[in-house]
C-alpha cells in the first residue's frame, strides 16, 4: 500500500503508484541504447504489421476478383489479420518500445506525458519507415496484382462523404487509444488484480471490431503509419487526396481519448480544480 500523505486515515491509501510524467524535452535519451533499441523495435513491429496485414488485403481481393474462384478472407478475415496482429506484436515488444505501432497511440501517450517528445518523434519516424517497408515487400511479393487491387491504401469508399470518413476514422482511433489507456492503467490494475488483465488482448480486440465498423467507409486507417507506407508505395493520387483524413481523424480520436480518460475517468480534471481551489483559498 502506499500512503497519499494523510496518515490519520487509511481508508484513503492508494495501492497503486502512477508513474511520474516523462519530461516533455529529454535529450539525455539519445545518448541511451534503451531508446534506440526501442525505436528499432517500432520500426520492425511496424513492417511486420502492414506486410501481414496489407498482404491479407490484396490476397483477399485477388481471390474475389473473378479470376481465382475462391471466396478470400472477407472483411471478418482482413479485421482479424489486422487485430491479431496487434495483439501478437504489442505482446512482443511491450517489454521493449511499449508496443505502440500507430503514431496516434504515440500521439495521445505524448499528450499524456507517459513519453517524452523526442521519444515521440523518433517512434514516429521508425514507424512510418517501417509502414512504408512493409508495402514495398507486399509490392514486391505480389508484383503486378499490387498495383490492381489497390496497394492496400486507405481511400474513402463510393457513396461517402469526407466528412464521413473523417468522423469514421476519429471514432475508430478513440476506441483503440481509449482501450490503451484503460488497458495499461495502473489504478485498474490494482483495482481489479483479481482479474487477469493481458492488456495486447482487449488492444487487439479494439483494432479488430473497428475494422468490422470502418472497413465499408475508409478501409479503416486509424493508423497513420499504416495509411501513409501504402500510399507512398502505391502512389496513387486518390490515396495522396485523402491522406490528410487519415492523418487528422486519428490524431482528433487519440487526443479526445486522452482527455476523457485522464481527465474524466482519472479524475485528472477533479483533481486540478480541487488544487486551484486549496490554492486559491491558502493565498485569500
Known amino acids: 500500500m502506499v500512503p497519499n500523505g494523510n496518515n490519520d486515515n487509511n481508508n484513503t491509501a492508494k ?5 511520474p510524467p516523462a519530461p516533455l ?3 539525455g535519451e539519445l545518448g541511451k541504447w534503451s531508446l534506440w533499441r526501442a525505436v528499432i523495435a517500432e520500426f520492425t513491429a511496424t513492417l511486420l504489421f502492414v506486410y501481414v496485414t496489407v498482404a491479407t488485403v490484396i490476397g483477399h481481393k485477388r481471390q474475389t476478383d473473378g479470376t481465382v474462384g475462391c471466396g478470400g ?10 487485430g491479431g496482429m496487434i495483439f501478437v506484436l504489442v505482446y512482443c515488444t511491450a517489454g521493449v518500445s511499449g508496443g505502440h505501432i500507430n503514431p496516434a497511440v504515440t500521439f495521445g501517450l505524448l499528450l499524456a506525458r507517459k513519453v517524452s517528445l523526442v521519444r515521440a518523434l523518433l517512434y514516429m519516424v521508425g514507424q ?5 517497408c512493409g508495402a514495398g515487400l507486399v509490392r514486391a511479393v505480389h508484383g503486378a496484382q499490387y498495383a490492381r487491387h489497390g496497394g492496400g491504401a486507405n481511400e474513402l469508399a463510393p457513396g461517402y462523404s469526407k466528412g464521413a470518413g473523417l468522423a469514421a476514422e476519429i471514432i475508430g482511433t478513440f476506441v483503440l487509444v481509449y482501450t490503451v489507456f484503460a488497458a495499461t492503467d495502473p489504478k485498474r490494475k490494482a483495482r481489479d488484480s483479481h482479474v487477469p488483465v493481458l492488456a495486447p488482448l482487449p488492444i487487439g480486440f479494439a483494432v479488430l471490431i473497428v475494422h468490422l465498423a470502418t472497413i465499408p467507409i475508409t478501409g479503416t486507417g ?9 500510399a507512398v508505395v502505391y502512389n496513387n493520387k486518390k490515396a495522396w487526396d485523402q491522406q490528410w483524413i487519415f492523418w487528422v ?6 487526443a479526445v481519448a486522452m482527455v476523457y480518460h485522464q481527465y474524466i475517468i482519472r479524475g485528472g480534471a477533479g483533481k486540478a480544480l480541487a488544487s486551484f481551489r486549496h490554492n486559491y483559498i491558502s493565498t485569500a
Not at 486509424?222 to 501504402?230: D, E, K, M, V, Y
Not at 481523424?249 to 487519440?254: K, L, T
Open 73 to 82: 478472407a472477407g472483411i471478418l478475415g482482413i479485421a482479424w489479420a489486422f
Open 249 to 254: 481523424g486519428p490524431f482528433i480520436g487519440a
Open 15 to 19: 495501492d497503486y503508484r502512477d508513474p
Open 222 to 230: 486509424i493508423n497513420p503509419a499504416r495509411s501513409l507506407g501504402p
Open 128 to 132: 512510418c519507415l517501417g509502414a512504408m
Open 25 to 27: 524535452i529529454n535529450a
